[in-house]
């Protein structure tokens, strides 16, 4: 008996019934069920030109498509870069036992939870970090898995919507800002948001609430910012919701004296009412004069980045009065395409994707090609799992990433343009839609723009989860409606592309920085960094180093700069001893090369690249071999297995990593690994196949003593879990912490007597250690 | 029109070819695997790597035009190298025997499944032929051999081997078959000293060449060893006689009652093309006839048999003490061909043996696989007794039990064909377990085997091209990917119309016809004739 699918009737008309409509079906399928069930699929084949062939094909091949169904809530575990070095791991083992999983299942047997690993959620300051559906946890320990879970149930049907507050204008007396980037909302901007209303209503104040994107400072999320009409503004960092109205009572009166008199007593009574013992709104303010932050934020040039945390992202007004699309207005009335051309030639910027080729060479060769047809593809495809940059840009200044976009389609005579942008970035995609809407109501896109007589209709299009679609040819198949195989270039897409016409295609953060060279000039731009490095570069500063967030600087600044003056050095006093630039292409820098100048060719001599933009800071305690494990188990899983160094070769190097790391490793393993590193990126089709190496042939460099310490069966920073043992040493009080909280019971409870570890029962978790007071776990 | 050079050599193509097109056009052959001419290029293998000379870096040279100017080298240590290494890593995950582990076990090198599936399709004369082609004494050797091949059989994990030494028997006994001498007589005479298993099966294969052999033994009759130190129920005289009377009327010459002194011996490698010695262990003498040796036996080349005497070959116990005349008797198979090369004035290389896939024990989870070729039966005892071979009944029950380990692209798998020239090291990235093999054996001509399989989309994208509606695709991307059929459907809607060009075009065995197998012949300029069977 077949289903009746008049759900899946409604999706095709909606969608389209060809082939390049089928990515969208399938995502409008899976919102339907939770997964994609195969009786749905059969009658799609059956009611449009698509095959079976290719139906299967894609849903099989895009990481966001499900081919069983879900649990009632999605547990997922980041385990991106900077979530990895902070013990992720250990939390999604966790996860398992909390639910039970056994080997090869991720559903637990109630069908409630299904939990899934994903390579990166954006949130890298807070890692590790767990979201369970739409609720973010950061800084989760595996012992709180428990803890997670409940505040989770607690929350289920609590979610109210969300009330706006729009003041009047002539009366405001100032505003407050709250970052809505995901790190912040990630962080639990949202409930600081609703706390701001009604602390505002409640008090009859006339302030105006803004929204602005990121800020970068995301190791201080969530960031509310209070700026007063007369006065300097303050910066509160980590606010917390029972914050929020001392912070506001600071700095603007209730209007009237009884208001005043009522608000007073009412915060009194509530006071007494909740017994709430709380230290002041002292410890979270941050002058932006105060050294931390002034290091943070004065040591960086935004141009992609102009104006954060100040812009609201969707307030095209304002974005125009802060020369927004001034550069767009200066193009139509003064230039010609060849002169834009020019212009973005004299700059000097180079594609800020990772390859650093000459943007404006890229241009030329697009206008050159005399077909009718082009297209324009922004790829915000960001798959790097420490990277977040275009999902900021995207998320916070939508305008921007517009804007230079207009700018190349007219330069290059490309009247079509698409932004592909991860699915798994919902907020950038629903900011990109409603910019979009405002862009054309406001005639910045469609026809006739701005009376120009120019054209140019800009889609979305949302990736499903394939990190190799960030290399161009594999996101022209992508859109296509095929598997995001990569094909060999020539001929490049600036020739052939999407459907065969020429197509350019510029990563998010290149399009944000153009309308800066237009406005300003090319020789503002080149002035920054050095020939051939000009301008600045977005990185996202993650991992070890004591303020993590999203940077722009200056090319050529040195590693040590970023890590030391912008990062604050390494966190908890541990010791510096890498950084891995450029995700899972990039490789590892150490230390004493700290000095090193970013830019592409001094990273790439130093086997990182620029790559998208990843900068993870590693210190003493990060084992280097499994690191390159780490990464080779990303290039590896998002291989698209077209061709056979990339498919077989990044499996065997894994295969010999995941041996050395489980103290497997063998005489011989080291020198295979290195040779097979070597073909694997001299005989890959694509980017990924030819840099995914990269992470191993840098640690091999310079950490290969870590590697033959492996080998000898010792991981020097007992980070490899098949190579330690956990014992109690003589520090041990006996004060049982540990026992309480071994999940497999493999401490005895022996009050104030030293505990001991039964290794057979032990799991190795970490999580007595975690809990020990006096430092007397052992790990070895 | 394009100019380019190609290993130096210039070459004009025209306007769109390929870089391995031209090289094809100027005669060198490009590796490839995932290359097909119906297609447009994929670029998945990557055998096809060439050099820039210019550059000096490697590109696929199916998918990149050739253009003018272009300096291209085809073949050196490096790209020797990578494809070597492509190989390598495409073997690690190809999960298949190509010669079953039988036939590879056997010192003759019998192709014991296709006499199995000759065998159960009751062709009884046809599948004495495949044994014979490698054993010349059957019958002798289905009763005293002490059968390796069944010690290597896949079926010895599931339950017991395949009773494969009394199937030689049965065919041997049963089974009636013309020698088939070359039509076309030579000049060149051969002498064979030692009518032992080793001697009878040289001068047997010698002849079929059509050349003229004498062979002499110091015993009256022939068959040395077989003949004395047999009991006469495990070996009954007249099964000796009546295999040996197969060889002799041949037209191999019986000099019988004459021990070859060293003089007589020297005389012989001036009066004879060229001397077999298969004297067996003999009576201990240090240097028989004077040929370089060790205190074990006579010193040869391991691949042709030829001793430190240019026109002196030696083979059998002569050589080692082995008391395992399926060996002697296989020696006597490739001492034939070895002669056939010297006679031709070739380079001896000996019989050639071509790269074997291997991929170890059948674990549980695949005997239900295999048993998909096969019965469940268990192994079969003669009902006659320890001493009676098999019926023609039990021995069609018995053969049925073979599991068809063997693959059917054996004579046209490209990769076996590539690894075997590159000399590949199947076993160089055994870095983690293998994956279980499966076999889809629903479609009434052809079979797929998914674990074979290179991914090389040949398949997937020709049920595109001609409209199949299922067809195959692949199913997960990445090391998992496999190829398969969309929705679970059956490979017999899968492959309809394109299934015989599906599994003629498969570079690998992963999807082929249900053939039987055949058996090869190679000439002295190393080509080779190879003769069919249909079930």
């Not at chain 1, 390859?355 to 005399?370: D, H, I, R, S, Y």
């Not at chain 1, 047809?373 to 977040?388: Q, S, T, V």
């Not at chain 1, 499994?626 to 894994?654: H, V």
């Amino acid at each position: 008996m077949t289903k009746n699918f008049q759900n899946i009737d409604r999706i095709i008309t909606e969608k389209g019934s060809e082939k390049k409509n089928l990515i969208p079906i399938l995502q409008a399928i899976q919102h339907e069920y939770n997964y994609l069930p195969e009786e749905a699929l059969k009658y799609l084949a059956g009611k449009t030109t698509i095959t079976p062939a290719e139906i299967v094909g894609v849903a099989g091949f895009y990481k966001q498509f499900r081919m069983q169904p879900a649990g009632k809530h999605l547990v997922k575990v980041c385990i991106g870069t900077a979530c990895h070095v902070k013990g992720a791991g250990l939390v999604n083992d966790a996860f398992r036992r909390y639910f039970n999983l056994p080997h090869g299942t991720d559903t637990d047997k109630t069908g409630k939870y299904t939990l899934e690993k994903v390579s990166c959620l954006g949130c890298c300051t807070l890692a590790p970090v767990v979201q369970v559906d739409d609720i973010t946890y950061g800084h989760v320990a595996p012992d709180q898995v428990d803890q997670v879970i409940a505040d989770f149930e607690s929350h289920q049907g609590q979610i109210g919507t969300r009330k706006f507050r729009k003041a009047d204008g002539s009366e405001i007396k100032g505003e407050i800002r709250i970052g809505l980037g995901s790190c912040c909302v990630a962080s639990g901007s949202g409930e600081i948001e609703q706390e701001v209303e009604k602390v505002v209503s409640q008090s009859g104040l006339r302030v105006k609430l803004k929204h602005v994107g990121c800020v970068g400072m995301c190791h201080q999320v969530p960031l509310v910012e209070v700026v007063p009409n007369e006065g300097e503004p303050t910066l509160y960092a980590k606010v917390k919701p029972e914050d929020v109205k001392s912070i506001v009572e600071k700095h603007f009166d209730p209007p009237g004296f009884f208001s005043k008199i009522r608000n007073k007593l009412f915060h009194f009574a509530e006071e007494i009412q909740t017994d709430r013992n709380w230290d002041g709104v002292q410890r979270y303010e941050i002058s932006m004069r105060e050294k931390p932050v002034a290091s943070f934020l004065g040591n960086q040039v935004p141009i992609a980045t102009e104006f954060r945390g100040i812009i609201n992202p969707l307030d095209l007004e304002e974005y125009q009065r802060r020369g927004g699309f001034s550069a767009v207005m200066k193009m139509f009335q003064s230039l010609t395409p060849d002169e834009v051309i020019e212009e973005v030639k004299k700059s000097g910027i180079r594609g800020r994707g990772g390859a650093g080729f000459p943007t404006g060479v890229k241009w030329e060769l697009v206008k050159q090609e005399k077909e009718n047809k082009k297209y324009l593809i922004c790829n915000g495809d960001e798959g790097d799992p420490g990277a977040f940059m275009d999902r900021m840009l995207l998320e916070s200044y939508p305008y921007r990433v517009i804007e230079g976009m207009i700018i190349a389609a007219y330069a290059t005579g490309i009247h079509e343009g698409f932004l592909y942008i991860r699915a798994e970035y919902p907020l950038a995609v629903n900011r990109i839609r409603k910019a979009l809407e405002i862009c054309r109501a406001h005639h910045f896109i469609g026809e006739n723009i701005q009376g120009s007589g120019f054209d140019l209709d800009l889609k979305i299009y949302e990736g499903a989860g394939a990190f190799v679609c960030g290399e161009e040819t594999a996101l022209i198949a992508s859109i296509e409606g095929s598997r995001g195989f990569p094909r060999i270039r020539p001929p490049f897409p600036a020739q052939k592309g999407l459907w065969g016409c020429p197509t350019l295609v510029n990563n998010t953060e290149t399009m944000a920085q153009i309308s800066y060279i237009i406005r300003e000039g090319s020789g503002k731009f080149n002035g920054i960094g050095s020939d051939g490095n000009t301008g600045t570069k977005v990185f996202a500063l993650a991992g070890k180093v004591a303020r993590g967030g999203l940077i722009e600087v200056p090319m050529g600044i040195t590693i040590r700069e970023v890590v030391e003056v912008i990062g604050g050095g390494i966190a908890n006093g541990r010791k510096f001893k890498a950084v891995q630039i450029g995700g899972p292409s990039g490789g590892c820098i150490p230390a004493e090369h700290a000095d090193t100048p970013i830019n592409y060719e001094s990273l790439q001599a130093m086997g990182a690249m620029m790559g998208s933009g990843g900068l993870v800071v590693l210190d003493d305690t990060d084992c280097m071999v499994d690191m390159a494990r780490f990464f080779l188990t990303f290039t590896q899983d998002e291989s698209c297995g077209k061709c056979t160094f990339c498919r077989i070769g990044t499996r065997r190097m894994l295969d010999i990593l995941e041996n050395i790391t489980s103290g497997k490793g063998k005489p011989g393993d080291i020198e295979e690994l290195e040779k097979l590193a070597e073909w694997t990126k001299k005989g890959s089709l694509c980017g990924l196949g030819k840099t995914a190496p990269n992470p191993v042939i840098s640690t091999l460099k310079y950490f290969r003593d870590e590697y033959v310490a492996h080998i000898n069966g010792v991981c020097p920073t007992g980070k490899c879990i098949d190579m330690i043992t956990y014992s109690v040493n003589d520090n041990c009080i006996g004060c049982t912490l540990c026992a309480q909280k071994c999940p497999v019971d493999a401490i005895p409870f022996t009050p104030h007597e030293k505990h001991s570890i039964n290794t057979d029962l032990c799991i190795k978790c970490d999580s007595c250690r975690a809990a020990c007071p006096v430092d007397g776990i052992d790990v070895r | 029109m394009r100019i380019l050079k190609i290993n130096n050599t210039e070459i004009q193509v025209e306007e769109g070819t390929s870089v391995m097109q031209a090289a094809q056009m100027s005669g060198i052959h490009v590796p490839n695997l995932c290359w097909h001419d119906e297609l447009d290029h994929f670029t998945s293998c990557m055998l096809c790597l060439v050099k820039d000379q210019k550059t000096g870096k490697l590109f696929p040279s199916c998918s990149v035009q050739a253009t003018d100017g272009m300096e291209i080298v085809t073949d050196d240590d490096e790209i020797h190298e990578a494809r070597k290494t492509a190989l390598e890593l495409l073997l690690s995950e190809h999960v298949g025997d190509c010669e079953a582990p039988c036939h590879i076990a056997c010192p003759a090198h019998m192709n014991i499944p296709l006499m199995n599936r000759l065998i159960a399709a009751g062709k009884f004369d046809q599948a004495l032929e495949v044994v014979r082609h490698d054993i010349a004494l059957p019958s002798v050797l289905g009763r005293i051999c002490p059968a390796p091949c069944e010690g290597a059989c896949h079926r010895k994990s599931l339950d017991e081997p395949v009773s494969v030494c009394l199937l030689k028997r049965f065919v041997g006994d049963s089974g009636q078959m013309a020698a088939k001498v070359s039509a076309q007589p030579t000049k060149w005479n051969i002498a064979v000293i030692g009518a032992g298993p080793a001697g009878l099966a040289a001068a047997y294969h010698i002849r079929l060449r059509g050349i003229h052999v004498t062979l002499f033994d110091q015993a009256a009759q022939p068959g040395g060893m077989l003949r004395t130190a047999i009991a006469e129920e495990v070996l009954p005289q007249h099964v000796l006689d009546d295999e040996i009377e197969f060889i002799l009327k041949t037209g191999v010459k019986f000099l019988g009652g004459k021990s070859i002194d060293p003089e007589e011996f020297a005389t012989m490698q001036k009066s004879y093309d060229a001397v077999v010695v298969a004297t067996g262990t003999g009576a201990g003498e240090q240097q028989p006839f004077g040929l370089k040796a060790t205190p074990k036996g006579i010193l040869v080349d391991r691949n042709s048999y030829q001793t430190d005497v240019e026109n002196v070959f030696a083979i059998g116990n002569a050589l080692r003490s082995s008391r395992l005349a399926v060996r002697s008797v296989g020696q006597g198979k490739e001492v034939a061909f070895s002669i056939w090369q010297y006679l031709n004035g070739k380079t001896l290389t000996g019989e050639p043996r071509m790269f074997n896939s291997r991929f170890g024990k059948l674990v549980s989870d695949e005997y239900s696989e295999y048993l998909k070729e096969s019965v469940p039966a268990k192994r079969i005892v003669p009902g006659g007794g320890g001493r009676e071979g098999f019926s023609a009944d039990e021995a069609i029950a018995e053969a049925k039990r073979c599991l068809h380990c063997d693959c059917r692209a054996i004579d046209n798998c490209k990769l076996r064909v590539y690894a075997d020239e590159y000399e590949a090291d199947q076993k160089r990235f055994k870095t983690s377990d293998r994956r279980k093999m499966t076999k889809l054996n629903t479609h009434s001509f052809l079979i797929y085997e998914p674990q074979k399989c290179i991914k090389c989309g040949i398949c997937v994208r020709l049920t595109e091209k001609y409209g199949e509606r299922f067809g195959f695709t692949y199913i997960g991307r990445g090391f998992d990917v496999v190829v398969g059929v969309p929705f679970h459907e059956e490979l017999s809607n899968a492959l309809t119309e394109t299934a015989i060009r599906v599994a003629k075009s498969c570079p690998t065995g992963a999807i082929e016809l249900k053939e039987n197998g055949s058996i090869g012949n190679v000439n002295a300029d190393g080509e080779e004739t190879r003769t069919k069977y249909e079930s």
